[in-house]
């Protein structure tokens, strides 16, 4: 293990002039050659994601960073995401850095942890988990509304909120009206992929664009809260195969029922988890339509 990487200067000087002078910095992680920190200064907090320069892919994610920003724009010109939400941008000698506001909140996995129990079935948890899947839903929705797909949506990029709001992170690989070339989407987390996406993958060549639907983040939603709340995922395949073998199984496009391996009866929620993860994109429900029914 070497030193801890620090934040590229340029963007700590840049960031200075958002939110002061950085009193704290944590890195979050440092994984798939890119790195992420929160910075923390008097007057406001920032994640900071930098590209890892000594990466085998660093001009990959060096472009991958600057395709979030420009997805960061456009969200925000289209009114999908609040105009505080992208705070900077920039070059550094490594590649690429982006800053974003810092949400307070908890990844899903750990927030339904208490729900997940055989006993969580407490007076506050049904509403929380409503709650969760609906401000979830609505978020979505409003990247829906704009002819956008987040196409990334899984556990660890939804933040819990302690007033439990679910906060959506991570737009590198959003799929929206095209403008031009961008990095080929080839899915993201492969037990979060739609059974369409999947086959997708399957059929074309490893540098073919893959358009990523509002259909499918709603396959990737209902499996994020199937997985985080009964502890399983919605598709069953050994650990080890190799990726393409996952997806081959995904694309089938069966999943566990429901019943078999939730905590606790919930038959509101199953039935609309079990909904979301429809083999059909046409038979599952909009992000809209969830949101007024949760
Ligand atoms: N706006 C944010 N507020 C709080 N934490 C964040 C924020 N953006 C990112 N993070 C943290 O940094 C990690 C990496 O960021 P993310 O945008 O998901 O990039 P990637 O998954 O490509 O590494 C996240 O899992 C989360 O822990
Ligand atoms: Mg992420």
Known sequence: MGPTPSPPDEAID????????????????????????????????????????????????????????????????????????????????????????????????????????????????????LRIARTWAEHLARLHAVGWAHADVQPTNTLV???????????????????????????????????????????????????????ADLWSLGASLFWCWTGHRPVTYDDDLPRLEKLRTIAKGSTTAISKVRPWPFSAFEEALTACLSADPAHRPTAQELAAAW
Do not use: F
């Open 161 to 215: 909120t302690r007033d439990v709001h679910a906060a959506v992170i991570d737009y590198a690989l959003a799929c929206g009206p095209p403008t031009g070339p961008r990095l080929p989407y080839r899915g993201a987390l492969t037990h979060t992929t739609a059974p369409e996406i999947a086959a997708a993958i399957l059929a074309t060549p490893a540098d073919a664009h893959i358009q990523a639907t509002p259909a």
């Open 14 to 129: 840049l960031l200075t002039g958002h939110i002061g002078k950085p009193t704290a910095t944590r890195l979050l992680s440092d994984r798939r050659g890119s790195r992420a920190w929160k910075i923390q200064g008097p007057r406001g907090a920032v994640a900071l994601k930098a590209n890892s320069p000594d990466s085998v892919d660093a001009r990959d994610k060096a472009a991958e960073m600057a395709q979030e920003d420009d997805h960061l724009l456009r969200l925000t010109k289209a009114g999908a995401l609040s105009p505080g939400y992208r705070v900077d941008a920039g070059a550094w000698p490594g590649g690429r850095w982006l800053a974003v506001r810092w949400i307070d909140g908890t990844p899903l996995w750990k927030a339904l942890a208490p729900t997940r129990e055989s006993e969580g079935d407490r007076a506050s948890a049904r509403p929380r988990l």
